[in-house]
Nanobody
């Protein structure tokens, strides 16, 4: 695997989780790192993104103020700190090294999926399940 996501689990509403993403086999610094999630029966949505040098971060409105994205380029890792979790945050979460602008990642699924790019250059992790339930 070129990206390995971990840290998911079962948490009560209002709780916190930290997702981690470890990369190997490609030049980590060359890519923005995006976090996506997909709930059962719903489209995959981009929820957060961090630029290649970590200087800019992006969030979709549904997670802004609750989630914090980070990266450590020397260690080829990225993280997503999730606080104040809600049942509607339940989904499989994916990290991805993307070639699409971060502003597009966190727009809408329709805009993101329609954006033309060379998807063969992207790297995706296998996903980790996050369940928020009492």
């Amino acid at each position: 695997l070129q990206l390995q996501a971990s840290g998911g689990g079962l948490v009560q509403p209002g709780g916190s989780l930290r997702l981690s993403c470890v990369a190997s086999g490609f030049i980590f610094d060359d890519y923005a790192i995006a976090w996506y999630r997909q709930a059962p029966g719903k489209e995959r949505e981009g929820i957060s993104c961090i630029g290649s040098s970590g200087e800019r971060t992006y969030y979709t409105d549904s997670v802004k103020g609750r989630f914090t994205v980070s990266r450590n380029n020397p260690k080829n890792t990225a993280g997503l700190q999730m606080n104040s979790l809600k049942p509607e945050d339940t989904a499989v979460y994916y990290c991805a090294a993307v070639v699409v602008p971060c502003s597009i990642v966190v727009s809408t699924p329709a805009v993101e999926s329609a954006f033309q790019r060379d998807r063969s250059r992207e790297h995706w992790g296998q996903g980790t399940q996050v369940t928020v339930s009492s």
